[in-house]
């Protein structure tokens, strides 16, 4: 299948006429839901997750469907069943693809606030989405989409979240915060050389296509 970066933590997956988004937050262009069969939300964070865009993407394409947690769900009022909740250790098929879920808190901001609710997913066994999270599935990742740069998240953890999941590619997300200091930065910590190897680390400018 084919994955295309489409700005901060938003990607597609897309194979033949099948096209499954994940997380189209504040930062995506809404144009990366055209087309779609179905959306994945892992949370409820407005860069992962626009109600009001979504809405609206549903309401031009009936069947639309949404997959994700019971936060977001309660967020998506009007469309009835197209919404569907799912939780740690369920698998689904979305858009034709078969999608497990991992997880299911936000990776922790400060102990004085709350952890909302976080789905990772893992899609055709092959590529994982972990949200705002620094899950580990208890099976193999061949494609890591790993959350680089945020405001819960020192660049050590991420190093070990590398390691953890001990992927076969590793391509960055949650990156839209950073300038072009901070990206070559990050790039060097888990490129080649660097302690986040041997997983191989990449970084897809919005509108690039890579086949996984």
Same mark, same amino acid.
């Given at each position: ?85 799912? !939780?740690? @250790?369920?698998?689904? &098929? ?6 497990? #879920?991992? +997880?299911?808190?936000?990776? $922790? ?81 888990? !490129?080649? @050389?660097?302690?986040? &190897? ?6 897809? #400018?919005? +509108?690039?296509?890579?086949? $996984?």
């Amino acid at each position: 299948m084919e994955l295309t970066k489409h700005g901060h933590a938003c990607v597609v997956l897309s194979e033949g006429d099948r096209r499954l988004v994940i997380d189209p937050g504040a930062f995506t262009d809404p144009a990366a839901l055209d087309g779609a069969g179905a959306v994945l939300v892992t949370h409820e964070h407005a860069d992962h997750f626009v109600p009001d865009v979504l809405l609206r993407a549903m309401d031009a394409d009936p069947a639309l469907e949404v997959w994700t947690n019971g936060s977001v769900a309660a967020r998506l009022e009007g469309v009835g069943a197209r919404v569907h909740v799912v !939780g740690d @250790g369920d698998a689904v &098929t979305a858009a034709g693809f078969e999608v497990t #879920v991992h +997880g299911e808190l936000h990776a $922790v901001i400060h102990p004085d606030l709350p952890r909302p609710a976080n789905v990772g997913f893992l899609v055709g066994g092959a590529v994982f989405h972990p949200g705002d999270a620094l899950t580990v599935p208890q099976e193999p990742v061949a494609t890591l989409l790993l959350p680089v740069h945020a405001p819960w998240s020192k660049m050590s953890e991420v190093v070990d979240y590398v390691r953890a999941v001990h992927a076969d590619q590793a391509y960055a997300i949650h990156d839209g915060l950073l300038n072009d200091d901070g990206l070559r930065i990050v790039g060097t910590l888990l !490129g080649e @050389g660097g302690p986040g &190897t041997p997983t191989p680390y990449g970084r897809l #400018v919005p +509108g690039d296509t890579v086949e $996984v």
